[in-house]
């Protein structure tokens, strides 16, 4: 399956931006998907996670309350809503998707297959 993660853009501390992971090549309802972001300088974290069939979703603890991870499998895209910025979440994001992770690899950026570019996200304060 191949990704393609865009919505990235400048945003000022407090604003929203809304991520899409489109995905082709495979049936991406049989994919679970996770973003994942990385800043300069710093290691590879876990943002949020979805299951194939939307139904159990997963966050990092400080995005948790302010991103919302939601796919639509009619258009192989995935969402990440995200809301009340701020300058920490300054960062490259990036999907990934693979087709069996048990639950503490849905957090595991290492389990997964298949990746997008990156997206840049910028934060402004």
């Known amino acids: 399956v191949q990704l393609q993660a865009s919505g990235g853009g400048l945003v000022q501390a407090g604003g929203s931006l809304r991520l899409s992971c489109a995905a082709s090549?495979?049936?991406?309802?049989?994919?679970?998907v996770g973003w994942f972001r990385q800043a300069p300088g710093k290691e590879r974290e876990f943002v949020a996670a979805?299951?194939?069939?939307?139904?159990?979703?997963y966050y990092a603890g400080s995005v948790k309350g302010r991103f919302t991870i939601s796919r639509d499998n009619a258009k192989n895209t995935v969402y990440l809503q995200m809301n009340n910025l701020n300058s920490e979440d300054t960062a490259a994001y990036y999907c990934?998707?693979?087709?069996?992770?048990?639950?503490?690899?849905?957090?595991?950026?290492?389990?997964?297959?298949?990746w997008g570019q990156g997206t840049l996200v910028t934060v402004s304060s």
């Open positions: 990934a998707a693979d087709a069996a992770l048990i639950t503490s690899s849905m957090m595991d950026g290492d389990a997964y297959d298949y």
């Open positions: 090549g495979r049936t991406f309802s049989g994919y679970n």
């Open positions: 979805i299951r194939r069939n939307g139904g159990t979703t």
